[in-house]
C-alpha cells in the first residue's frame, strides 16, 4: 500500500514545489521599488560576485559587475578594433638604437637614415659610446659553445662601438591608433646603402664559423651568424635594438566618483597627506579630520595634512547614500595602475602580462600625456592597455597605508620598524575595502541595498546599478541596473519564468530554445552573436598513426560536421575552416582547401572547396593510399590495426554528442576507437597536457589578437604551452614570429590569413564550429541612436528598434550597446527603413 501512496504523493508534492517557485521568483511588479519600470535594465547572473577589483578578481560574476566601473586607455570597439577611449589619442613611437657601422661616419649614418625614412624621423641623437666588455657568465657561454677566441678576437678591434638613438614617430590623430614602428629598419637601411650593415660583423661570424668543429654547429651559417650578432650584443652593444614607445594623451576633465557615503557632505573629508589623498574620514570639522589623520602617522612624522569637502555631490544628501566628485584622472593614476600591476606584492594573477612594461614616463608640463616604454617590438601589448585603469588616491602608498592603520594592520600593530613596513603586504589588494566599495570611472555605480552594509549588494538575491551622474561620455539611457542572483542549478529555467513574466529584459537563450523564439518575434528580438569561440577534435601529431596527413584528413572526411551543426547544436553555430574565431578579422572567410579527387566521378581532379565534404568512400581511398588494408572489416599497416585512443570529458553537452557521432563513423571506417570519458581535472592533466591520447574533443574561446604562438608554436608544447596536438612548421613558426612585429593593421590581417590557410592546410583539427551566443530581448527595449546635433551642439536622439543593420553588423556582443538601449511602455512600431537609418 505504502508504494501506491507514494506513487500518488510523490508527483503531487514534486507539483507542489515547482509550482512555488513561481510564486518566489521575482516578477514585474516586484523588480522595481526605485521610480518605474521603464528607468532601468533588468538582467540575471548565476552567482554572487565578491572583488570589484578587477585586476586581483578572477571570477565572471566579479566582471559582470565591475565591467560597468572601469575603463582603459584604449578599448575594443563594436567591430573588435583598437581604439583611443580614455586617451584622447595614441600614438606608437618607435625608439631604436643603432650602432653606427663601420665606415661610416655618424653624420653620414644620420643623413642616410632621415634620406630614407622622411617626415618619419622625429628625432636624431648620439649617445656615449659603448664600452664592448665579456662578462664572466657570457665568458662561460661562449667558451662552451667554441666561439671564444672570434669573439673576443673582434672586440680587440672594436673596443667601443659609436651609439645613435632614432626616434620615430607620426602626428596624432583623434579616435585613432596610429604607428611610426619601424620593424624592418635594418632590411630598408641595407637596401639603401647596397651592403650588410655590419660587415665587420658578418665577417667575424663567418670566421667564427669555418673555426667551429662539426659537432658544435647547430642550425645553418645563416642562423649562427645572427646568434653571433646577439652574443656581440651581450658585450654592451647590440647592433639594433628596438622600444616602442606608446604615447597616450588623455581626454581631460574625466574624474573619479567616490561614495557612496551617508554622512553629512560637510562632514565627509577627502583628506591629504604631502600633496598625496589618504582617504576620507567623518569629522565635525576641517581641524577634526586633520587631527584624525596625524594620529594615524608615526610619532614624530612630519608631514603636510589637509582635508577638503567634496565640491560637487549627486544622490541623497540628506540620509544618504551620495557620491562626489572625486580627483580628476591624470597621468599619475596610469603609472601607479601598471606599476601596481608588475609588483609582485600587489597580487594580480596578470602581472606577466605587464612585465614587458619598462618604464611609464610623465611629464611635468603635461599631466594628461604619459608613455610606456617596453622592451621589445610585440604589437599585441597595444590590447593589454585596455585593461582598466584604478584611481590614485585610492591605491597610492599613503592611502593604503592609512587603511592598514584604521584596520589595525599599521607597522606599530604589527611591530615592524617603518623603515621596513609595506602595506601591500600588511593588507592584502583583494582585502582592501575597494573589493566591496570602490571609486568609479565608468557609466555606473553600486547602489546600496543595505545601508551603509558591506557588501552592498543583496547577496543570492540582486546587484543593483545606478547611473554616474559625473561620468565622462554618454550617460546611461536609464538609471538604473538589476542584475538577479540566480541559483546556478536553476539559473536559466528560473530565469526564463522572470524573463516571460515580463521581470527581466534580456535572457540568454539555449540552443534548443532559440527557434521558439524565433517563432515569437512579434515580442522578442532575437540577436545571434559569434562569442569568440571554436569546437574541434584534435589529433596528436606526434603519434605514428596520425604524422600523415592524409590520415588527418581522411578521419575528418569521415565526420559529418553538418550533422553536428544540426542535430548536436540546433543549427545554432557557424561551420568553420580554420585556427580562429570567425568574429574577428584574422579568421579568413575566403580560405579554400585543395583536394585532389582519389575515388568517385570528381577522381583525378583537383577542386578548392571551403571545407572538406562528408565522403566516407573518399577517406576509405585515403586511407588505402597512405598504405592501409582492410581485412575483415578494419584497417591494417605492416601488420598493426589503425587504433585510436579517443579522450573527451565526462557530461551530456554538444562534446561529448559530437565525439559519439564521430567514434561511430570511424568504427564504420575500420578503425579501432578506444573512447574514454575524463572527469575534467584529470582529463586536463592527465591526459591533455601530458599528451597522453590519440584524439581528444576541446575548443579555445577568449583571447581577441592575433598572438597564437602558445597553440601553434613548435616550442610551446606542454609544459610550456598549449600545443599538445604537437602541431610542428617551421614556416608558421617564422609568421607567428613575423607578426608580432607588425603594427599596421592591414598586413596584420593579411598575415594572420596566411597564417590561419598554413595550419588549416595540415589538418592538425577537424575543426568543427563557432557557436552562436543568442540574446532575447523584450520588444519594449529600443535603442537610441545618435542622429545629429542640435543648435547648441547637443546630440539629439531618436528610437531604432535593435534589429538595426549598425547593431547586426557589430560583432562585438550586445552588452556595447547595453548603455544606449531603453524601455518604452508599448511595443514601438519600427519599418523595415527604421532599421537601416
Known amino acids: 500500500m505504502w508504494i501506491k501512496r507514494s506513487l500518488m504523493i510523490v508527483p503531487v508534492a514534486l507539483f507542489a ?17 526605485n521610480e518605474s519600470r521603464l528607468n532601468r535594465i533588468i538582467l540575471y547572473m548565476g552567482g554572487n560576485p565578491e572583488d570589484m577589483n578587477p585586476w586581483t578578481s578572477t571570477k565572471t560574476t566579479d566582471s559582470t559587475i565591475s565591467d560597468y566601473f572601469f575603463e582603459g586607455v584604449i578599448r575594443y570597439n563594436n567591430m573588435y578594433e583598437l581604439e583611443p577611449w ?86 596624432p590623430v583623434k579616435g585613432k591608433i596610429v604607428s611610426a614602428v619601424q620593424p624592418d629598419f635594418r632590411a630598408r637601411m641595407e637596401a639603401r646603402l647596397g651592403h650588410d650593415l ?79 589623498e589618504a582617504g576620507n574620514v567623518v569629522a565635525d570639522s576641517r581641524e ?103 584611481p590614485y588616491h585610492v591605491w597610492n602608498l599613503k592611502a593604503w597605508e592609512h587603511e592598514a592603520v584604521r584596520r589595525g594592520l599599521g607597522p606599530k ?6 623603515a621596513n613596513y609595506n602595506p601591500m603586504r600588511a593588507l592584502r589588494s583583494r582585502d582592501r575595502d575597494f573589493a566591496l566599495a570602490p571609486s568609479y570611472l565608468g557609466s555606473m555605480l553600486l547602489e546600496p541595498m543595505n545601508g551603509d552594509s558591506k557588501p552592498y549588494w543583496e547577496n543570492n538575491l540582486r546587484v543593483r546599478l545606478r547611473r554616474n551622474e559625473f561620468y565622462w561620455n ?39 530554445q532559440v527557434q521558439r523564439y524565433e517563432e515569437m518575434e512579434d515580442k522578442y528580438y532575437v540577436i545571434k552573436r559569434q562569442p569568440t569561440q571554436y569546437e574541434y577534435i584534435g589529433f596528436n601529431m606526434t603519434r605514428e598513426q596520425l604524422k600523415d596527413k592524409r590520415v588527418r584528413m581522411a578521419l575528418s572526411m569521415a565526420i559529418n560536421v553538418d550533422d553536428i551543426l544540426k542535430y548536436v547544436v540546433f543549427e545554432q ?73 579517443f579522450i573527451n570529458t565526462t557530461g551530456q553537452g554538444s562534446r561529448q554528442k559530437s565525439a559519439v557521432l564521430a567514434k561511430e563513423r570511424w568504427e564504420q571506417l575500420g578503425v579501432e576507437v578506444d573512447y574514454k570519458m575524463y572527469e575534467w581535472n584529470d582529463y586536463i592533466q592527465r591526459f591533455i597536457m601530458a599528451m597522453n591520447f590519440d584524439v581528444c574533443v576541446l575548443g579555445w574561446s577568449g583571447g581577441l589578437d592575433f598572438d597564437k604562438r602558445q597553440l601553434w608554436g613548435s616550442e610551446f608544447t606542454p609544459p610550456n604551452g598549449l600545443n599538445f596536438v604537437g602541431y610542428n612548421n617551421p614556416e608558421v613558426d617564422e609568421m607567428m614570429d613575423k607578426i608580432l612585429k607588425v603594427y599596421d593593421y592591414d598586413e596584420q590581417v593579411k598575415l594572420s590569413h ?84
Not at 631604436?96 to 653620414?108: F, K, R
Not at 542572483?485 to 534580456?506: C, K, N, Q, R, Y
Not at 589538418?763 to 532575447?776: A, G, K, Q, R, V
Open 17 to 33: 514545489f515547482l509550482a512555488q517557485s513561481v510564486f518566489w521568483v521575482p516578477g514585474t511588479a516586484s523588480v522595481s521599488n
Open 86 to 171: 580614455l586617451a584622447d589619442t595614441v600614438v606608437v613611437r618607435h625608439e631604436l638604437t643603432t650602432i653606427v657601422p663601420a665606415g661610416m661616419s655618424p653624420e653620414q649614418y644620420e643623413a642616410a637614415v632621415r634620406e630614407e625614412f622622411g617626415g618619419l624621423v622625429a628625432e636624431v641623437k648620439f649617445i656615449d659610446d659603448k664600452k664592448l666588455a665579456v662578462s664572466d657568465d657570457l665568458a662561460k657561454e661562449v667558451k662552451e659553445a667554441g666561439i671564444d677566441r672570434p669573439l673576443r678576437s673582434y672586440i680587440e678591434t672594436h673596443s667601443t662601438a659609436k651609439m645613435m638613438l632614432v626616434t620615430f614617430a607620426s602626428k
Open 198 to 276: 655590419y660587415p665587420d660583423i658578418k665577417s667575424a661570424a663567418e670566421a667564427a664559423w669555418s673555426e667551429l668543429p662539426e659537432d658544435k654547429r647547430k642550425g645553418s651559417a645563416d642562423d649562427f651568424r645572427e646568434q653571433f650578432e646577439g652574443v656581440i650584443g651581450q658585450t654592451g652593444a647590440p647592433t639594433i635594438e628596438h622600444h616602442p614607445v606608446v604615447d597616450c594623451v588623455l581626454h581631460k576633465g574625466i574624474y573619479w566618483t567616490d561614495g557612496p557615503f551617508f554622512s553629512a557632505p560637510e562632514k565627509t573629508w577627502q583628506t591629504i597627506v604631502d600633496g598625496d
Open 288 to 390: 577634526e579630520a586633520i587631527r584624525i589623520i596625524r594620529e594615524r602617522l608615526e610619532p614624530g612624522e612630519s608631514a603636510k595634512v589637509d582635508a577638503i569637502n567634496y565640491e560637487k555631490r549627486f544622490g541623497d544628501e540628506s540620509n544618504g547614500p551620495w557620491w562626489g566628485r572625486g580627483p580628476e584622472l591624470g597621468s599619475r593614476d596610469v603609472k601607479l595602475n601598471f606599476e601596481h600591476l608588475k609588483n609582485a606584492d600587489y597580487g594580480s594573477p596578470r602581472r606577466s602580462s605587464y612585465l614587458s612594461i619598462l618604464d611609464i614616463r610623465q611629464f611635468n608640463e603635461d599631466r594628461y600625456r604619459f608613455q610606456f616604454v617596453l622592451d621589445e617590438l610585440y604589437s599585441p601589448a597595444l590590447a593589454d592597455l585596455s585593461g582598466a585603469i584604478l
Open 413 to 418: 600593530d604589527m611591530g615592524i620598524d617603518r
Open 474 to 512: 554618454r550617460k546611461t539611457e536609464y538609471e538604473f541596473v538589476d542584475w538577479f542572483v540566480f541559483d546556478p542549478a536553476l539559473g536559466s529555467e528560473t530565469s526564463e519564468v522572470v524573463f516571460l513574466g515580463g521581470g527581466m529584459d534580456i535572457y540568454s537563450a539555449k540552443d534548443y
Open 573 to 645: 553555430g557557424q561551420r568553420v575552416s580554420g585556427p580562429g574565431y570567425p568574429v574577428l578579422p584574422w579568421y579568413n572567410p575566403e580560405y579554400r582547401i585543395e583536394h585532389t579527387w582519389r575515388t568517385g566521378p570528381k577522381k583525378g581532379q583537383t577542386e578548392k572547396m571551403a571545407f572538406l565534404p562528408f565522403d566516407m568512400d573518399e577517406a576509405k581511398a585515403l586511407l588505402l593510399e597512405a598504405g592501409y588494408r582492410e581485412q575483415g572489416g578494419k584497417l591494417f599497416k605492416d601488420g598493426q590495426p589503425l587504433k585510436l585512443q
Open 754 to 837: 596566411e597564417i590561419f590557410d598554413k595550419i588549416a592546410s595540415d589538418f592538425p583539427y577537424i575543426f568543427l564550429f563557432s557557436p552562436y551566443t543568442t540574446t532575447i530581448a523584450d520588444r519594449h527595449l529600443v535603442w537610441r541612436k545618435e542622429v545629429g546635433k542640435d543648435a547648441e551642439g547637443k546630440p539629439i536622439y531618436e528610437d531604432r528598434p535593435l534589429d538595426h543593420d549598425y547593431i547586426k553588423d557589430s560583432r562585438a556582443s550586445w552588452r556595447f550597446f547595453e548603455p544606449e538601449l531603453i524601455r518604452r511602455e508599448e511595443i514601438p512600431e519600427f519599418t523595415d527603413e527604421d532599421k537601416r537609418r
